[in-house]
């Protein structure tokens, strides 16, 4: 959905390197989530905000942090990348007008080595 | 927790033919169901949902899916498949009652020509 962008969309870094992956949409949701993709497992959630000072964690929250900097921007931030944080990464939003209905961004693809 | 389970985590199907992806699910109180589809290198596209009304619930590209409450079930169906429907199918649960939604494992779907 191209109202839910996500930059960068490829990344390769090195273990210990602290990263910082960005999400912007324009659809005026509220709500906003993060989620990695790992094959079998599906989609988990990392974390979730519902507004600007609302943000909960997921399942899977360990190793990673999240910054909601304004209605439209949610960042995930990896402080010490490690291998098994290697993944598909996506960013989602809705709201409660669109049905519980997620809209998704295009991914970002990050390796950790 | 609400959650999903898509059992066969690859369906192969001739062209032409029909094509069921098979989802079954377990809630507390009345499910929100949804089908999400995602193509190569390209984030999660909604295909339907359920919340409430008629069983039989008609989606986007020909898709469609059958609520059933006492086998809870919610299978994905079209009734001729395309070489361009293949790709990676996921059933999804709303978890609570502010939008999350539970992912399953995902189905590989195959339709070859």
């Known amino acids: 959905d191209a109202d839910v962008t996500q930059t960068p969309r490829n990344r390769i870094t090195k273990t210990g390197k602290r990263i910082m992956l960005e999400c912007s949409q324009t659809?005026?949701?509220?709500?906003m989530y993060w989620y990695r993709q790992d094959p079998g497992l599906g989609l988990r959630l990392i974390y979730y905000s519902f507004d600007v000072k609302d943000i909960n964690k997921g399942e899977i929250s360990d190793g990673y942090s999240v910054s909601r900097q304004a209605q439209a921007k949610f960042s995930l931030s990896l402080e010490s990348a490690i291998p098994n944080q290697t993944a598909l990464y996506f960013c989602?939003?809705?709201?409660?007008?669109?049905?519980?209905?997620?809209?998704f961004g295009p991914g970002t693809r990050l390796t950790v080595l | 927790a609400q959650s999903v389970a898509q059992p066969e985590d690859q369906v192969n199907v001739a062209e032409g033919n029909p094509l069921t992806v098979k989802c079954t699910y377990s809630v507390s109180g009345n499910p929100y169901l949804f089908w999400y589809v995602q193509y190569p290198n390209r984030g999660l596209q909604f295909l339907l949902k359920?919340?409430?009304?008629?069983?039989l619930v008609k989606g986007s590209y020909g898709f469609e899916a059958e609520f059933n409450k006492s086998q809870t079930s919610f299978h994905l169906k079209k009734p001729s498949a395309l070489v361009s429907d293949s790709a990676l199918y996921f059933c999804a649960v709303r978890d609570g009652s502010w939008g999350k939604l539970q992912f399953g494992a995902g189905t590989q779907v195959v339709v070859t020509p």
């Open positions: 659809k005026g949701h509220d709500r």
């Open positions: 989602a939003t809705s709201d409660y007008g669109s049905g519980f209905e997620q809209f």
């Open positions: 359920y919340i409430t009304g008629d069983n």
